[in-house]
């Protein structure tokens, strides 16, 4: 009798809980439309907008632009004429076209997924059609240079409470701009399931995100070191929680788990060991873990600890980013994180009326995106998945080291707008390479007539063993 009562109460409380929900929302580019999103970014700062991954959904954001319609009317007007594609039943929201030229064709470029120098055209596109408040259909990708990316490409549906995506649909655990830890644009995005919540809950505006994807096809997995290593397809799971204890202050936590690609079977239990106790299901061997034997390890683990500090000192806004993340456990206790990498960011939203400024810099200890168990360690189609810092160096190398980003943008001389990006990445002393700093600039020039962009970019520098690039490219984007 008790269970046929919890089964009622538990349905009522469903139909109550979703009977007062809204309908799902498309989302707002992510490192496509780097002007827009640089407007997004001011007005996270001063709405203090308590969200620490990318895309945006865009019902959040349109809850948040009131705010500035009239102490930042210039930036009320630019987001809202943009967002107004996203209110129509159906539209195409983003297209670009850009050729190039480049002097070498072994670089990639940052958060680009996968695109390298010497790839000498792209085009990207997205939209969406939303049959219902309960169900879109996201359509759109990236081409070039003969690779289809399908990202943009999803199905969205559920409640704004819980939102349901799948399929390309892509991901950034990061409060950062440039430089993510744990998951990004780096590479190309996992074929995947998304649940998450447009609508933030409670008054302490917490938000989560959860996602399981199929990676490609890898080689040199190996579980079991009796066993030849195999090729095959490891899972990707990635989950987010944050809440905003104070207007000023969003905390998140972030996990990120690869594992599976062999032959041998996982089970939600393994999952849920995984999950809930690394250390006996990860570090295997010695006196503090009950695995002992490392055939059983259930994969690759990342977790990460991200703040946003929204402060405005003498009505100056300006945002502090701080992640703290840890490849491993530390002397196998679950709550230590272990080759510690530190992520600092300061974003300045007006240094004057027309400019702003971003800075970044991230310090990693050893192991990052390495693993003994895949070859080719934390990648999709051989390519890092978190800070493009990772592939600067090579992709069997556990060396640690540092990166930097400094951006400077100014907007509106006459109707140009032009953008400085300077990067930077070293690292520790190898045994298997010599590396050395490398650099790398970049600037871009656009102009808008009525709602296309014109922009013309130059990247230029030297990569960590010495080899100089230079690309320029044209690009149109409406």
Request: glycine fraction near 6%.
């Amino acid at each position: 009798m008790k269970p046929l009562l919890y089964i009622c109460l538990f349905k009522i409380f469903l139909m109550s809980f979703f009977a007062q929900a809204n309908g799902v929302s498309p989302y707002l580019p992510l490192k496509t439309d780097p002007l827009f999103e640089l407007e997004l970014e001011k007005l996270a700062t001063i709405t203090k907008l308590p969200i620490l991954t990318r895309p945006y959904h865009a019902a959040t954001v349109y809850k948040y632009l009131d705010k500035v319609k009239s102490s930042h009317p210039t930036l009320y007007q630019r987001l809202n004429a943009y967002i107004k594609r996203y209110k129509k039943k159906k539209a195409l929201t983003h297209f670009s076209a850009q050729i190039s030229h480049s002097f070498k064709d072994d670089f990639l470029l940052a958060n680009q997924r996968a695109l390298d120098v010497g790839d000498s055209f792209k085009i990207t596109t997205s939209s969406f059609w939303q049959i219902n408040e309960h169900l879109i259909l996201n359509g759109g990708g990236t081409l070039y240079n003969g690779e289809v990316i399908p990202n943009n490409s999803y199905i969205s549906f559920g409640w704004d409470v819980l939102q349901v995506d799948i399929g390309y649909r892509e991901h950034w655990l990061s409060p950062t701009q440039e430089g993510a830890l744990l998951l990004s644009t780096q590479a190309k995005p996992a074929l995947n399931v998304t649940v998450s919540n447009p609508e933030l809950l409670t008054d302490w505006n917490i938000k989560y995100e959860m996602s399981v994807g199929v990676l490609e096809r890898q080689s040199g997995i190996q579980f079991d070191t009796k066993r030849a290593p195999v090729s095959g397809k490891p899972a990707l799971m990635s989950m987010h929680l944050s809440f905003q204890p104070f207007d000023w202050w969003t905390i998140g936590f972030n996990r990120t788990l690869m594992f599976a690609g062999d032959d041998n079977d996982i089970s939600i239990k393994d999952i849920w060991n995984g999950i809930t106790d690394p250390v006996n299901s990860d570090n295997c061997g010695g006196s503090g873990t009950e695995l002992q034997d490392c055939s059983k390890e259930f994969g690759n683990q990342q977790a990460s600890i991200s703040n946003k500090f929204d402060i405005a000192p003498f009505d100056f806004p300006l945002s502090l980013t701080w992640e703290y993340a840890g490849e491993d456990t530390k002397e196998y206790q679950n709550y230590q994180l272990g080759n510690i990498a530190q992520n600092f960011g300061l974003f300045v939203p007006y240094l004057t009326t027309n400019t702003s400024m971003n800075f970044e810099y991230t310090k990693f200890h050893s192991a990052w995106y390495v693993h003994h168990i895949y070859d080719e360690g934390y990648s999709n189609d051989k390519v890092k998945m978190g800070h493009w810092w990772g592939n600067l160096k090579a992709s069997d190398d556990g060396v640690g080291g540092s990166a930097m980003s400094m951006r400077f943008d100014w907007q509106n001389i006459g109707s140009y707008q032009l953008s400085m990006l300077y990067r930077s990445a070293e690292f520790n002393p190898s045994t298997i390479y010599q590396y050395q700093r490398s650099h790398e600039v970049e600037i871009s020039i656009a102009k808008a007539i009525k709602s296309i962009f014109f922009e013309v970019k130059l990247n230029l520098g030297e990569d960590a063993i010495g080899d100089q690039f230079l690309r320029s490219s044209f690009k149109i984007r409406w």
